[in-house]
Every structure is written in C-alpha cells, then in structure tokens.
C-alpha cells in the first residue's frame, strides 16, 4: 500500500468541562491515499464535522479539545506542530469548505478579494497576476463572466454559485487535500448534481485528494472510492465503495443503505432505522448501536465490538456479522 | 446577480433618505412651535419686565407677529425657521442666527473631539475584552464600562475640572479658546467627560457584536484559508461587527450632543447647550426657538451621515 497523504489514527475529541467531559469523537482513525477520495458518512451527529474540523485544528477551544490521537500528513503529525504553524498548512496543504454555502463567505468581502486573500496569505504572487489566477478560477468551477464577477459581493449569488466560489477559493491555491463538509446538503437537487460533477471533475484535472463528508450514501459512491461510515462518535465500517454497497458488514450501514432512495422504488416511504442516535458521548459500555440493532446479542450489551477485517478492503465493527464471515473475520488490533 | 450596486442605485437611496428627513424636519418644527406656543409665561412680559405698560406690550406682540391668527404664525414661523431667519434676541437684540453661529461650532468641535476619543479608546477596549474572554482582561474592561455608566458625567467633569485646572493647572478653566491649539487644550477635559461614557457603551457593543460574528461561518471560512488570528480579527470580525457598531456610534453621537449641555455649563464654556440653557433662564424665547431646531436638524443630520456611512460599510445595502 502507498504512503497515505492523510492518516488519522485513534483520534479522539471531547466537549464540555474536564471533569466531566463528552466525548464526541472517539478513536475514528483512516487513511487518504494521495490523489484519493474518501466519504465520512452517518447521521446527523455521529461526529463527522468535529473529526473534519480536527484535522486542520479548527476545533475552537474551549469548550472542545483534542484528548487523543495522531493526524499525520505526508507523515507529520498535525497534532505536535506548534499552533503558530497551522495557518501556513491551511489552505495551502489542506483546505476546506463547509455546508453553508450562504454564510461561509464574507458578506462585506468582494468575491475577487476573498479569493485573492487565499493566494495572498501563502503566495508572493503581483496584484496583477493574482487577479488573473483569480479569473482562472472562476472559470474553472464554472462562474460565467470571472472577470465581471470579482466586484460582486456574496449577496448577489445564488447558493450554488457561493458553493462555486467557496470551491474556487479552497483550491486556488493547489492544495493536496480537499475537505468538504456537506457541500451539497443546503442546494436543491439539480445543483447539487452539477457541483458533485464538478467536484469529480476538478478532483480529476488537479489530482488534488478529497475528504467528502455528507450523511449521503449516494453523494458520497458518486465521488469517492472509499467510505467511513460513523456512529455515535465511532468508524463503525470502513470499506471500498464496491464492498459497502455489494456486501455491508455493519448492521448500520445495511440501515444507511435500505434508506438510499432508488429511482424504481414504489414505496410511499423510505425505510429508516427505527430509534434515533445516543446523545454524544452517552454509551459507556457495549456497541453503540446496540439500541437500534436487530441482529444484537447479548455480548453486544457488554463489550465494545473492535474492528473485524473482512477481507483486504473492509472492516466492521460488529460481533455477530464478525462471527457469520467466521473464518475471514480477524480481530484487527487497534 | 441582478443589479450590481453601481453609482445610480446608491443616489436613489441616498435621495429617499434625504426625502425621508423632509417630515422629520417639519414634524420637529411644528413640535417646536406648539411647545414655544403652550410654555408657561408671557414672552410679551419676559422680554419687557413686570414694569411694561398694557401699550407697550401690545406692541410687541404686534411686531412680534404675536397676534397673527395661528396658521398664519405657523406658516410665518416654519417659512422664517427654513430660511434660517430667526429672529432676534428678545434679551440683547442679537441676531440669533448670529448667535448659533459664534456657538455651534464649538459645541460641534466638542462633539467631534469626544467621539474621536470615545471610539479611538472603546473599540480597541471591546476588541481586547472579546478576544479575551472571561479572562482577566475582559473582567477589567467589564469594570471600566460599568463605572463609565455609573459616574454622572457632570459630576466626572468636576472632578476632572477641579483636579486638573484648578489644582495642577494644567488645563484652562473656562472658555472656547483661541487657534487651533488652544481651541484644543480648552476642549480636551469636557471631552474625556463625555468620552469616558462613550467609550464604556463603544466597548461593551465592540464586544457584543464581535463576539456574535466570531460565531459566524465566514469567520471559520477565514481560519480555514490560513488567515492568522489579527487577520481573522480585524479584516474579517471586526470590519463585520462595524455594521451594528454604526448604529450604537449614531445614537451616541446624538447622546454627546444633549450631554453636551451639561458638559459646557460646568466648563463654563459656549456652546449651543450653554447658549440654550441662559436663553431658557431668561425666557429668550427666540434663542430657544433657534436652538432647539438647530438641534434637531442636527439630530437629522447625524441621521442621514449613518445612512451614508451604511452605505459605505454594507455592502448589501447598495443593492437593494
Ligand atoms: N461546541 C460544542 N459543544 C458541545 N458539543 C458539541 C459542540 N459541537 C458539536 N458537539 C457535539 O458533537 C457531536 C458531533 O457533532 P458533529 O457536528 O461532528 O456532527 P455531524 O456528524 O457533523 O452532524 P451533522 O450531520 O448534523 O453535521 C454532536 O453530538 C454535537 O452535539
Ligand atoms: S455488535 Fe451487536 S449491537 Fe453492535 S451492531 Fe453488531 S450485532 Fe448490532
Ligand atoms: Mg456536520
């Protein structure tokens, strides 16, 4: 296997009073290869901002903080640099963009100014050419008229355009990895197919890695070969796109997948997981899905399952799919 | 992706605000005139003295236009008041528009100076107190605006008056004063007056909205394009948090402007507000006439500058 770029390994992060804290995040780890595209996907809840944020240190503390864990890129742990030197990896090595495509960008802040902000904080790049790569942008995640547009102010874009402009502004300056946050959850169905679209299609021309986080099953096998589907704060299953449609391990995900809606379905209503998530950090004992689960048994009740291997590409979480594959499934150490 | 905020919009918008002063402006004139109208007091027997004769007041009312009936003073009053004719002292036969004109600027210069102060030492106060939040510094500003509030500022100007002209002489008395410089010296006591409170109200909204637009997505946005920490502040928190601070700087301009009054009376210094209160004592019914709506279209006015500087500040604003 390669050199991942990205390698998250048992990272854990807490809210709330030391004394007393909630952990809402707890030992997820997984890997990005260069140039690869991996989907966090779970309910709303199960921790997929807070990891996100994690990796680029944008967990405001307090009230939150990292209590355990590595987050290596290219090999360097994030988590030991002092904090003076984040800002150079933002944006540069890492950027982001997140779910509200309305209020993500300064209202007050020309669309020109605030993507050449991103160039001016890691380039020496002249005025003038910074304008020029500016317009390139636009241009590539498909504002029409670039050069027209860099005087106008957020307000006077619709949602899927902001989204655009968010996308331009996180890659102007060619970073390794792309962190999305829901990009599409807040636009209507048809925007949200074309900026999917131009997500593949950017992730393709700039080889730029991406971490897609969405609690979108479909969103994500549109984009990504790799998912980590999360619980309650946990990586429940962790497998290739292929497998986690194909053969789900994890009671959850077989859940995630059955609430997919499908073109021929003539079913009046969706199928959804009976029950809803624990609260952050309230299971203290046992599987977290426990509650909600059809195939649990009484071990499920006592013991945290670890993460079973099934097969080279997947693991799962789960004592009694576990116990079904039987022979492939070892316990992998964590 | 309709219109794109160029010169024509923001004209129109400023040409409705100003069309929106015009009933303000004739609103306040004709409160000024009922209120001139229903005061206690014969302004026929204030100007003349208890020892005037039935004839001679009589007269006056004549020439003072007294007897008219009452639209037609209204008309008369509001056309003179637009016109900037208003009259003259009844006390010393004094243009009162000259008058206004000796006073006002040293009330505005008042004014300016202690905004400069108030929002030079208040933002920067609200800056610190949010970037250090219910820590020590925050505590220490929380305490400084509280006593800011507390502290009546005629009483605060004693204080300031008796310790640093009277005692350490470091500053003049009374008076206006002379040139730039000494217009200057003479003005910075009464406006650390009005500055201290100034300050603590600036302070405490610095800290409000900024703290509100901390929590905002953009903010995150900024850390997450490796914007460092006085970027995040300043270019994006607190260019942001300038929209409501633009209203609280608005109403406390209006605020130093009454406390104004108060401020140039223990100063012993002219200004409008002494101007207005020795009119008052002495039932000068023409200077009270003058001022007051002099007053009040400076109230208007401040209120058009905040339309502007909205417009300047919002860029939302411009478009619609
Ligand atoms: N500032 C905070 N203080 C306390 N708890 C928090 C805070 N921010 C998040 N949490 C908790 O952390 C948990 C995980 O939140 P997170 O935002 O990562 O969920 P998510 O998977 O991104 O959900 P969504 O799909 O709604 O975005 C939630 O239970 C939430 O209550
Ligand atoms: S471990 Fe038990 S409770 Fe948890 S998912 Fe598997 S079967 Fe269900
Ligand atoms: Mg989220």
């Known amino acids: 296997m390669t050199v991942p770029l990205l390698k998250v390994d048992n990272l854990a992060v807490e809210f709330g009073p030391k004394a007393n804290p909630i952990r809402v995040v707890d030992g997820v780890s997984f890997e990005i290869p260069p140039a690869g595209a991996v989907g966090i996907v779970g309910e709303s809840g199960s921790g997929k901002s807070i990891t996100s944020l994690s990796i680029l240190r944008l967990i405001s503390e307090p009230p939150g903080r990292i209590v355990q864990g590595r987050i290596e890129f290219n090999g360097v742990n994030l988590l030991d640099l002092p904090r003076s030197e984040m800002p150079d990896i933002r944006g540069r090595d890492i950027a982001m963009i997140f779910q509200e495509p309305m209020s993500s960008l300064n209202p007050v802040m020309t669309i020109g100014d605030q993507i050449g902000e991103a160039i001016k904080l890691h380039e020496d790049m002249p005025g003038e050419k910074r304008r020029e790569r500016v317009i390139e942008m636009l241009r590539l995640v498909g504002i029409p008229d670039p050069a027209g547009r860099l005087d106008s102010y957020p307000h006077q874009f619709s949602g899927g355009m902001r989204q655009r402009v968010m996308i331009a502004m996180a890659l102007v300056c060619n970073p390794k990895l792309l962190i999305a946050d829901e990009p599409t959850t807040a636009l209507d169905v048809t925007i949200q197919a074309q900026v999917l679209d131009l997500m593949h299609k950017l992730r393709r021309t700039l080889n730029t890695a991406v971490l897609l986080i969405s609690h979108d099953l479909g969103v994500i096998a549109d984009v990504c070969e790799r998912v980590v589907v999360m619980y309650a704060g946990r990586v429940v299953e962790e497998a290739d796109i292929r497998s986690i449609f194909r053969n789900p391990q994890h009671p959850y995900t077989r859940g995630l997948l059955q609430s997919i809606p499908k073109l021929d379905d003539d079913r009046d209503r969706l199928y959804q997981i009976p029950g809803s998530v624990p609260l952050a950090g309230s299971v203290k004992k046992g599987c977290p899905f426990y509650q909600r689960c059809s195939l649990r048994i009484d071990k499920c009740a006592q013991e945290m399952p670890p993460m079973f291997s099934f097969g080279p590409d997947q693991r799962a979480a789960c004592w009694v799919t576990a116990g079904q594959a039987d022979a492939k499934a070892k316990e992998v150490a964590l | ?320």
């Open chain 2, 1 to 320: 992706m309709r219109d794109l905020g160029g010169g024509k919009t923001m004209a129109r918008y400023l040409l409705l605000r100003l069309a929106d002063a015009v009933p303000t402006i004739l609103l306040v004139l004709t409160l000024v005139f009922i209120a001139m109208r229903i005061l206690p007091g014969d302004p026929a027997i204030a100007a003349l003295g208890d020892m005037a004769t039935p004839e001679q007041l009589e007269l006056f009312r004549e020439k003072m236009g007294l007897n008219a009936p009452l639209w037609l003073q209204y008309i008369n009053f509001v056309w003179g008041m637009l016109t900037l004719d208003f009259g003259r002292s009844l006390m010393n036969n004094q243009s009162v528009l000259a008058l206004i004109a000796y006073n006002l600027p040293y009330t505005i210069e008042l004014t300016i100076v202690a905004m400069i102060l108030g929002v030079g030492f208040g933002i920067p106060l609200g800056v610190l107190a949010a970037t250090h939040r219910n820590k020590a510094a925050d505590n220490a500003v929380r305490g400084f605006s509280l006593l800011g509030y507390a502290v009546p500022d005629f009483y605060l100007g004693a204080l300031l008056l008796i310790t640093f002209s009277l005692n350490l002489g470091w500053f003049p008395i009374n008076g206006g004063g002379e040139g730039f410089f000494d217009r200057m010296h003479h003005v910075f006591l009464p406006a650390v007056t009005l500055a201290l409170v100034k300050a603590a109200f600036i302070g405490r909204l610095t800290r409000t909205s900024l703290l509100e637009v901390f929590g905002k997505d953009y903010i995150r946005t900024a850390r997450a394009k490796g914007a460092r920490e006085p970027r995040v502040i300043y270019r994006h928190g607190l260019r942001n948090a300038l929209l409501p601070l633009t209203t609280g700087i608005g109403l406390s301009t209006l605020a130093t402007l009454s406390g104004s009054v108060a401020i140039e009376l223990v100063f012993n210094r002219p200004g409008i507000g002494k101007l207005l209160i020795s009119a008052i004592s002495e039932r000068d019914y023409a200077v009270i006439q003058g001022g007051v709506v002099i007053f009040s279209l400076f109230v208007v006015l401040i209120n058009l500058l905040m339309d502007l500087v909205y417009i300047v500040v919002d860029p939302r604003i411009r478009v619609q």
